[in-house]
T-cell receptor, first 113, second 115 residues
Framework: AQSVTQLGSHVSVSEGALVLLRCNYSSSVPPYLFWYVQYPNQGLQLLLKYTSAATLVKGINGFEAEFKKSETSFHLTKPSAHMSDAAEYFCAVSDSGNTPLVFGKGTRLSVIA | SAVISQKPSRDICQRGTSLTIQCQVDSQVTMMFWYRQQPGQSLTLIATANQGSEATYESGFVIDKFPISRPNLTFSTLTVSNMSPEDSSIYLC????????????FGSGTRLTVV
């Protein structure tokens, strides 16, 4: 069964600093990997996804993630944090189409002015 | 990608009552997934609904408490039965269009408060 571990329930960065949110997965087959963002009192928004194409995936709002099979990781990065990036971020995995996503516990990102 | 209409968007219910949540998808999908997001928590899968068969429930969720209907390939309902304050959560439905390259889509969620 798949699982996702997000290291750090809360990450705080200064505005303009690098954002790094960590995600490690466990899957017995090549996975589909996703990052979602949830702003306060809002629904889930897909940031980016990895589906076995390029290992470096670019998403919306300047975010990107790199799939590293040897490290079973899919960390999310953004070169320069903006105040509007403050939100909850979820990493998720599935092992194939038509199977449900398994979510990590989430990381709350705070951006300090 | 698929568009999901989920309703109601929020409700405040008395304990002991039931609430039915509806999800309508704008295209046919094989599987629909129902999740619960408790306050300050991540999403937990409740069940997978396949048209024409009984839903498959995850550990800790039972059909008597969370009955699901899937009458066709574009619609599903989740009922939260005999509610208690512990059922206060956001409930979301989701579909997968990954094979078409679209990925997973989520409904906007139903914010349930049980008083």
């Amino acid at each position: 069964a798949q699982s996702v571990t997000q290291l750090g329930s809360h990450v705080s960065v200064s505005e303009g600093a690098l954002v790094l949110l960590r995600c490690n997965y466990s899957s017995s087959v090549p996975p589909y990997l996703f990052w979602y963002v949830q702003y306060p009192n809002q629904g889930l928004q897909l940031l980016l996804k990895y589906t076995s194409a390029a290992t470096l995936v670019k998403g919306i709002n300047g975010f990107e993630a790199e799939f590293k099979k040897s490290e079973t990781s899919f960390h999310l990065t953004k070169p320069s944090a903006h105040m509007s990036d403050a939100a909850e971020y979820f990493c998720a995995v599935s092992d194939s189409g038509n199977t449900p996503l398994v979510f990590g516990k989430g990381t709350r990102l705070s951006v300090i002015a | 990608s698929a568009v999901i209409s989920q309703k109601p968007s929020r409700d405040i219910c008395q304990r002991g009552t039931s609430l039915t949540i509806q999800c309508q998808v704008d295209s046919q999908v094989t599987m629909m997934f129902w999740y619960r997001q408790q306050p300050g928590q991540s999403l937990t899968l409740i069940a997978t609904a396949n048209q024409g068969s009984e839903a498959t429930y995850e550990s800790g969720f039972v059909i008597d408490k969370f009955p699901i209907s899937r009458p066709n390939l574009t619609f599903s309902t989740l009922t939260v039965s005999n509610m208690s304050p512990e059922d206060s959560s956001i409930y979301l439905c989701s579909v997968d269009k990954a094979r078409e390259g679209h990925g997973y889509t989520f409904g906007s969620g139903t914010r349930l408060t049980v008083v």
